[in-house]
């Protein structure tokens, strides 16, 4: 995979909800075509209304080249191995894995929209919490609106009065995607490689998406919301309800906390749990000598666990705790 992904998203024309068509309509033209750049100018002033300036259309061009729809070669433009690809298979996962792999942000916001709608201002926010290295500035939202059409011309993201939601596809990829995609060896930056998304359990390895993991941890500010842990190498991205007995919910964000490994494998071993009111229960089996264990769960049983708003949905807690045979 690409690690030098592209920040900028550049729309197409045709309208929020057309790319994917626009897209389609260029890439037929010049696989047909392989026109020069004059004729591939000459043919968007043609084919759509009101575009005229050179610059704004070699802009868009230049784009479908850097993500490797698009070639040129000997003066001429074709298709890159991107293009080909989608072409010959012409099915949206197709395009959603390639447009995925070489921009950033696209699936972090999928799985952030699986936690509820959002408005573009709080797309925004998230973009730039998840992937600082945007840069953009707090409160801009014309590359957040990019990201979502692109979405939204894919048949993932349907926008319903001021805000964002996943549609039913939208959900069926983020269901199987937090697995799929685990391999990608993406990381944020300034994290010294330790948001990689495999991890270890009590269990056994795991592997998630690394945009899920990272999204996760910013909705919680790179904090462990038990112990305090706020250094992203430290922190796993633990399941309320078990990865392997219910994979519906794999990613879900409302279904994991960002724990410390520690605190993730005494979670997994149910030294600890969570109430539907937050609060933190302790085994009453639960022994240790550890002046951490005792400060961060067995002193502070009873007490109540800082979650965000729309953080754990206290129903997979009481469902969680239902299988706990001292709650």
């Given at each position: ?190 994290t010294d490689g330790h948001s990689a998304g495999t991890y270890e359990t009590a ?125």
């Amino acid at each position: 995979m690409p690690t030098d992904r592209l920040q900028s998203i550049v729309p197409m024309f045709g309208g929020g909800t057309s790319y994917v068509e626009t897209l389609d309509e260029i890439l037929t033209y010049v696989r047909a075509n392989e026109p020069t750049t004059d004729e591939l100018v000459r043919w968007h002033r043609e084919q759509f209304a009101r575009v005229s300036s050179q610059k704004s259309i070699m802009r868009r061009v230049n784009y479908l080249r850097d993500v490797g729809f698009l070639a040129h070669e000997g003066g001429e433009w074709r298709l890159g191995d991107a293009g080909r690809e989608y072409v010959h298979e012409g099915d949206t996962a197709t395009l959603l894995r390639i447009m995925c792999n070489r921009n950033v942000g696209l699936r972090s916001l999928l799985y952030a929209l699986a936690a509820g709608p959002m408005t573009i201002e709080e797309i925004s926010d998230q973009q730039l919490d998840t992937h600082p290295e945007l840069g953009w500035s707090r409160g801009e939202t014309d590359m957040a609106t990019q990201r979502a059409n692109w979405l939204r011309s894919m048949g993932l993201v349907e926008k319903r009065d001021r805000k964002y939601a996943l549609t039913d596809e939208g959900h069926r990829f983020v269901e199987s995607a937090v697995e799929d995609w685990a391999d990608t060896g993406w990381t944020t930056p300034d994290t010294d490689g330790h948001s990689a998304g495999t991890y270890e359990t009590a269990a056994r390895a795991r592997a998630v998406d690394p945009e899920f993991r990272a999204t996760v941890l910013s909705r919680y500010e790179e904090t462990c919301p038990v112990s305090g842990v706020d250094h992203p190498g430290l922190l796993d991205v633990a399941h309320v309800l078990p990865w392997s007995e219910y994979p519906d919910y794999r990613a879900d964000p409302s279904n994991v906390l960002p724990l410390s490994k520690t605190h993730h494998a005494a979670f997994d071993r149910e030294l600890f749990t969570i109430d539907r009111d937050y609060e933190l229960r302790v085994n009453p089996d639960f022994e240790t000598e550890s002046d951490l264990l005792e400060q961060t769960i067995v002193d502070r049983a009873g007490e109540p666990v800082a979650l965000p708003d729309g953080g754990v949905d206290p129903e997979y807690l009481a469902r969680h705790n239902a299988s706990l045979g001292w709650v």
